[in-house]
T-cell receptor
Framework: DQQVKQNSPSLSVQEGRISILNCDYT??????FLWYKKYPAEGPTFLIS?????DKNEDGRFTVFLNKSAKHLSLHIVPSQPGDSAVYFC????????????FGQGTTLQVKP | KAGVTQTPRYLIKTRGQQVTLSCSPI?????VSWYQQTPGQGLQFLFE???????NKGNFPGRFSGRQFSNSRSEMNVSTLELGDSALYLC?????????????FGPGTRLLVL
């Protein structure tokens, strides 16, 4: 039972354009959502987060949007840079659980120069 | 401030052996969570420790265990290793493990079971 889903395994964009990564969830009892970037054989690096009481959070080139009615969140990267090429994971924190993140399967982003 | 550190970075074991992995959280962080990453199952939550107590546990067999020390450092142990335990093991720390807190990850320990 996959509670957090990233339905696009991969995404390719041109440098300077916008990258949009999507994530869907099935459980309404998530309090907090996060996006991580990961390189092979390394730990995930935190990018940006959003509380379930908000619908948008911005940090530099990264913006996360949350649509609670659709149980959907997205990460926008503008402008995309070749160094952004990595695997991106969305993660959700259940309100009933401490210290637990539920991850999506990841989306591999390739930014072409 | 130093990040989360994990030792060792790489480990090779044979089936039936046991292994202990170590994690030092960010200074001041008291919650440590452990995750397993495999190609087939993705990133899965193992357990979380806070103030030397296991507060939360994922769906893993009892061969997977952990503990936390008074300085918040944590260890996880896997006994009677199986081939399927080959994975990247990640630990993450946060201030208190609350529902609105960010977890910061270490570089991971790559375990290969032969």
């Amino acid at each position: 039972d996959q509670q957090v889903k990233q339905n696009s395994p991969s995404l390719s964009v041109q440098e300077g354009r916008i990258s949009i990564l999507n994530c869907d969830y099935t459980n309404s009892m998530f309090d907090y959502f996060l996006w991580y970037k990961k390189y092979p054989a390394e730990g995930p690096t935190f990018l940006i987060s959003i509380s379930s009481i908000k619908d948008k959070n911005e940090d530099g080139r990264f913006t996360v949007f949350l649509n609670k009615s659709a149980k959907h969140l997205s990460l926008h990267i503008v402008p995309s840079q070749p160094g952004d090429s990595a695997v991106y994971f969305c993660a959700a924190v259940p309100s009933s659980n401490t210290g637990k993140l539920i991850f999506g399967q990841g989306t591999t982003l390739q930014v072409k120069p | 401030k130093a990040g989360v550190t994990q030792t060792p970075r790489y480990l090779i074991k044979t089936r039936g052996q046991q292994v202990t992995l170590s994690c030092s959280p960010i200074s001041g962080h008291r919650s440590v969570s452990w995750y397993q990453q495999t190609p087939g199952q993705g990133l899965q939550f193992l357990f979380e420790y806070f103030s030397e107590t296991q507060r939360n546990k994922g769906n893993f067999p009892g061969r997977f265990s952990g503990r936390q020390f008074s300085n918040s450092r944590s260890e996880m142990n896997v006994s009677t290793l199986e081939l399927g335990d080959s994975a990247l093991y990640l630990c993450a720390s946060s201030l208190g493990g609350g529902n609105q807190e960010t977890q910061y990850f270490g570089p991971g320990t790559r375990l290969l079971v032969l």
